[in-house]
């Protein structure tokens, strides 16, 4: 299985990349993000220590000039493609400067489309594979401290439902991904609750058993799925005065 | 990215505000100490003083991948933040283990060359350096030289045992071991006395690994009443290492919870364990090299004022005498320390800093409180009359005139380090406590 993974950078892009090469072998994987010096590294660790070929690639997802040209360079063509780029941004930065709100939408949004038609253009002409993409549960519903990545992955989940109403005639697969709190990078300086908390590896392993049993979308862990229901049972005109 | 943090050593004594950078390429470690004056770089934090502490610190934790491994050679080349528990959990399946390691995998490779650390078998393979082939050092200015014993030879011997003050350690070659099993046969000896304990050590001193455990609060003809530990590595039983057990201090222990009474419960009911367990048995090998590793956070226990390790060397010539008058002076004063660990050396290697030295070693826990560095300098008192010194790694009070007499070789080392790192950016509280007197005038 050839598997390409788009933002690898991030804490739970490696560790999905580890848990595929440790579960899935045989594989190669094709790790692409923005910083190629981490993620040659990053690489050359997998290689060695899962015995499976990796290799690292520039790629950024602002550039979408440049997206296609990339999808053309990887060989051989993967059947699973991963995309992990996600940009949280700064919420407050993000009301008063026009470019930080830009960069979250573009990011979270704009180029996941534009890569992600390409993937599933080929995709769906080889009739194999399919998109594991992640979202997550701040586009569910719209909170002060974090809209605009909240909206720009809401938009995102909307376009995977429907890539996937449209690719599930050639046999293609899209999965939505949901996490919850990640001890990331991302949210490393943000004071998250223990116990909502989860590690990127759980996640990655919660990720992949969710993959091999074939769900559309998955919550991680699975109970953000009722947290997230009873967040949306919550009148708007009560939400709107609450501080979550 | 930089966070401010309060931080401290593995002994949570002293903790201090400061700047954390992740280190996560050479290039932004680089660009982090241009714009510092001065920072320290950190690995998993196990050093249990503030060897590791400064306002600005590099994080190297995230530095952490594996780069090759060449299986004829035994030689894996790995990133600085790598720990030594993923290079078991990677090689210890394909039949390779740590050549030395020491009571913890929970280090980095980076602060395992700094501190140099030993393990159980000191006395026959040498420091943690004896098993590092070179190492990519990064410079005050940005420069990175590869060092080993040909190259760069007497910066790498500044750098093994440096305490991270000649650079920044990026990588490294690291010699590992051929073993066939994940086991050990162990044996476990009891021993009424320090002159047994000290007989025992020459009696299985061809035993690969040796330590011994010690009870410092007897008295009297018990004086040194110890358990030691002697194991090989096992022929058989197969390279996948049972899934240890792991359990966690959840949150700080109450101040005095560990007391001259507890502790001396505890002792009781430990030797009488062993004494129960003498003789032959093979054990997993983390239950034999880390027992400590399989209880998250064990430093909690001593309370929310911390506590720190006194580990000392004497010269094997004036072990007995020292160690007894020391182990006097740790009765008399009822200030035991429940984890007392004894070992013998074997002869010391020709870095500045490294801290064995033929002899034997006692490294005991205090919990800080009133009176306990006063009776400290009164135990360096003796340390420095009977010829030893003191392991940085574990130091937080000693002080600049004890450090200066243990260490013979830190002239030649201030001497490298001003010549590569002149205007002193590499420093840490504990340099700034011990060396800067000396260095700056």
Not at chain 1, 175 to 198: E, I
Not at chain 2, 63 to 84: H, K, M, P, W, Y
Not at chain 2, 377 to 396: E, N, P
């Amino acid at each position: 299985m050839h598997v390409l993974i788009v933002g690898a950078n991030s804490d739970l892009a490696v560790c999905l990349a580890e848990t595929f090469a440790r579960f899935e072998k045989p594989i190669s994987l094709v790790l692409a993000s923005r910083n190629i010096e981490r993620l040659s590294a990053t690489a050359r660790d997998i290689e060695v220590r899962f015995n499976v070929p990796c290799t690292a690639m520039t790629f950024d997802a602002l550039d979408m000039d440049s997206h296609p040209g990339f999808y053309e360079s990887v060989h051989p063509k993967p059947e699973w493609v991963i995309l992990c780029f996600g940009y949280l941004g700064d919420q407050r930065k993000a009301e008063q400067d026009w470019g930080e709100a830009r960069a979250i939408l573009e990011t979270n949004y704009v180029g996941a489309v534009r890569f992600l038609e390409i993937v599933a253009a080929d995709l769906e002409k080889r009739r194999t594979g399919g998109i594991i993409a992640i979202g997550s549960v701040a586009g569910l519903r719209g909170r002060k401290s974090n809209y605009h990545y909240g909206a720009a992955k809401a938009a995102l989940m909307v376009f995977l439902s429907g890539l996937r109403n449209r690719l599930h005639a050639s046999g293609v697969r899209v999965m939505t991904v949901l996490p919850g709190f990640l001890a990331t990078k991302m949210t490393r300086n943000m004071d998250l609750p223990g116990v909502l908390t989860t590690r990127p590896e759980q996640a990655a392993r919660l990720i992949h058993l969710a993959w091999k049993r074939g769900k559309d979308i998955v919550y991680v862990p699975w109970w953000w799925r009722w947290i997230l229901w009873l967040i949306r049972m919550i009148p708007e005109n009560r939400f709107k005065a609450m501080n979550l | 990215m930089v966070l401010m943090q309060r931080i401290s050593g593995w002994g949570r004594y002293p903790q201090v505000k400061a700047c954390v950078s992740a280190a996560e390429t050479p290039s932004c470690i680089a660009d982090r100490i241009a714009r510092w004056k001065d920072c320290i770089a950190r690995g998993s934090g196990k050093s249990y003083g503030d060897s590791a502490l400064s306002g600005r610190i590099l994080w190297m934790e995230p530095l952490n991948r594996i780069l090759s491994f060449d299986a004829t050679q035994g030689e894996v080349v790995c990133e600085a933040g790598v720990s030594l528990a993923k290079l078991i959990d990677v090689f210890l399946p394909r039949g390779f283990f740590l050549a030395v390691t020491p009571g913890t995998k929970l280090i980095t490779v980076g602060g395992a060359i700094a501190s140099d650390v030993h393990g159980k078998n000191h006395h026959r393979a040498g420091c943690f350096s004896s098993c590092v082939n070179w190492f990519d050092l990064m410079l005050a200015d940005g420069r990175i030289v590869r060092c080993s014993r040909e190259e760069n030879g007497d910066l790498f011997r500044a750098t093994c045992g440096g305490m991270g003050l000649t650079g920044v350690i990026l990588k490294a070659g690291i010699r590992l071991q051929r073993v066939v099993s994940a086991w050990i046969d162990q044996r476990i000896v009891y021993c009424r006395d320090l002159d047994a304990v000290l007989a025992a050590f020459d009696t299985y001193s061809h035993v690969t690994y040796s330590v011994a455990w010690i009870d410092c609060l007897k008295t009297g003809k018990a004086l040194g009443r110890a358990v030691l530990m002697v194991g090989e590595h096992a022929d058989s039983g197969g390279l996948v290492p049972p899934q240890p057990r792991r359990l966690s201090v959840p949150f700080t222990f109450p101040e005095g919870v560990l007391n001259p009474m507890s502790i001396r419960l505890f002792n009781a009911g430990y030797a009488w364990m062993h004494r129960r367990n003498e003789g032959e048995s093979r054990v997993p090998i983390d239950a034999f090299f880390y027992p400590l590793d399989g209880i998250e956070q064990w430093n909690r226990m001593y309370g929310p004022r911390g506590f720190l390790q006194y580990q000392f060397v004497l010269p094997r010539s004036e072990g007995a005498d020292g160690l007894y008058a020391i182990l006097s002076a740790i009765a008399a004063e009822g200030m035991g320390s429940f984890l007392a660990v004894l070992k013998l050396f074997g002869p010391a290697n020709d870095h500045f800093l490294s801290f064995p030295m033929e002899g034997y070693t006692l490294a005991l826990d205090f919990g800080i409180r009133p009176g306990l560095f006063a009776f400290l300098d009164r135990l360096d008192r003796l340390v420095v009359r009977f010829g030893g010194r003191i392991y940085l790694t574990k130091d937080v009070r000693m002080s600049p005139g004890v450090f200066r007499s243990g260490y013979p070789g830190l002239d030649r080392f201030l001497e490298i380090k001003a010549a590569v790192d002149p205007q002193n950016r590499f420093r840490s509280l504990q340099s700034s406590r011990l060396m800067e007197g000396a260095c700056m005038c």
